[in-house]
Every structure is written in structure tokens, then in C-alpha cells.
Antibody
Framework: EGQLVQSGAEVKKPGESLKISCKGS????????IGWVRQMPGKGLEWMGI????????RYSPSFQGQVTISADKSISTAYLQWSSLKTSDTAMYYC???????????WGQGTLVTVSS | QSALTQPASVSGSPGQSITISCTGT?????????VSWYQQHPGKAPKLMIY???NRPSGVSNRFSGSKSGNTASLTISGLQAEDEADYYC???????????FGGGTKLTVL
């Protein structure tokens, strides 16, 4: 049984940088797309972007293009989501997900809570 | 605004059946059999409940079923139980992008 394990909660100040991680195990990490999903407090799920670790092909939602960077290190089966300059509006829970067969999202990380406050 | 439309809330009593709808377009729900449904309890990560319109992953109760007609997909929960109280999200492949689209979510209350 595969799983995704994310890095722990973060508390940051506006303007700071941040990189959170998502480590896959129990399956061939390079063969499945890994996506990042934002969930703001009390709100629904929003796609941020997706990466294919096999060749690092990356696609972004228009809303997040230029705002975040998605990357992956296939040697350690880990995907990343990073910000160069956080805003208070980035406060949210962030989930990584595996896109399995039939375009469903079968594995979800436990989530990383990012709090940005001065 | 979410690309797929779901009712904000539905409710039902224990033992009853409820249905949650998910309406899209011919570019997503109506055009492909790649609709999936997710259950999210408060403070928890979403969990896959239905994939490819009507298939249940191993371990998901057969009280959960999915269907599709035209541009609208549906999730039906029969024999409602208290533990079913959660938020439910639909998702679909879309020809518009690689990521897919989510519905806005539906809060299920078990009375």
C-alpha cells in the first residue's frame, strides 16, 4: 500500500520563503503525477499544480502560476512546493496527492498547515 | 467559482439514502468517465470514495455508489450512518487542463 507523507506545520512571517515536502513510498514514485492542493480555512479544494517526477514535467493552475514553484527529487521520492515570498493570504492547509489510474487521486498526504502572520 | 457545481449542503436521517449532485459540462463530467468523489472529515485529509464514475476502491463501503447522466454525476449514500457526516467533493478530468477540476464541496449532515 502506497502512501504520501508530508513535512510538518510551518509558521512564517510575510515575505519569508518556504519549501514543504511530500515523500512517496510503497509504489514507483516516478510513474505517477503528484499534485498540490490548497484548502484555505473553511473553504474547498483548489488545484495548484502537478508534476511528473519521472521527467519533472510540471503544470500550474493559472491562479498559482508565478506564485509558487513545484519540483521533485526522484532520487529520494520527494516532491516539493515552495514560495519565495509568503503572503498572509497563503495561510492554508496544503495537500499533496497522487494521481492514479482513471484520473482519480488515490493517495493523499496528511496535509501541511502553513500559517503566515506578522 | 468552482468549475463543478455541487449543492452546499444536504441532510438525512440515519438509515435513509441521500444523493449529492455534481454538474459540469461536456468538456469535463459529460465528456469523460473520469469522475471521482472524496470524503473529508473535519481536520482530516480527503479520502477517495468513488473513481471512474461508479467504482469503489477496496475498503470503501458498498453503501456508497456513483452514477452519471449527461453532464451531471451523482454520489448516493444508502443506509446513512452518523460516521458519514462529512464534506464531499467531486472531481473530473477536463479537456481544459491537465490538473482536473473540483466541485465546491457539499456538507452532509446526519440528523
Amino acid at each position: 500500500e502506497g502512501q504520501l507523507v508530508q513535512s510538518g506545520a510551518e509558521v512564517k512571517k510575510p515575505g519569508e520563503s518556504l519549501k514543504i515536502s511530500c515523500k512517496g513510498s510503497g509504489y514507483r514514485f516516478t510513474s505517477y503525477w503528484i499534485g498540490w492542493v490548497r484548502q484555505m480555512p473553511g473553504k474547498g479544494l483548489e488545484w495548484m499544480g502537478i508534476i511528473y517526477p519521472g521527467d519533472s514535467d510540471t503544470r500550474y493552475s493559472p491562479s498559482f502560476q508565478g506564485q509558487v514553484t513545484i519540483s521533485a527529487d526522484k532520487s529520494i521520492s520527494t516532491a516539493y512546493l515552495q514560495w519565495s515570498s509568503l503572503k498572509t493570504s497563503d495561510t492554508a492547509m496544503y495537500y499533496c496527492v497522487r494521481r492514479g489510474d482513471y484520473y482519480c487521486f488515490d493517495y493523499w498526504g496528511q496535509g501541511t498547515l502553513v500559517t503566515v502572520s506578522s | 467559482q468552482s468549475a463543478l457545481t455541487q449543492p452546499a449542503s444536504v441532510s438525512g436521517s440515519p438509515g435513509q439514502s441521500i444523493t449529492i449532485s455534481c454538474t459540469g459540462t461536456s468538456s469535463d463530467v459529460g465528456g469523460y468517465n473520469y469522475v471521482s468523489w472524496y470524503q473529508q472529515h473535519p481536520g482530516k485529509a480527503p479520502k477517495l470514495m468513488i473513481y471512474a464514475v461508479s467504482n469503489r476502491p477496496s475498503g470503501v463501503s458498498n453503501r456508497f455508489s456513483g452514477s452519471k447522466s449527461g453532464n451531471t454525476a451523482s454520489l448516493t449514500i444508502s443506509g446513512l450512518q452518523a460516521e458519514d457526516e462529512a464534506d464531499y467533493y467531486c472531481s473530473s478530468y477536463t479537456s481544459s487542463n491537465t490538473l482536473g477540476v473540483f466541485g465546491g464541496g457539499t456538507k452532509l449532515t446526519v440528523l
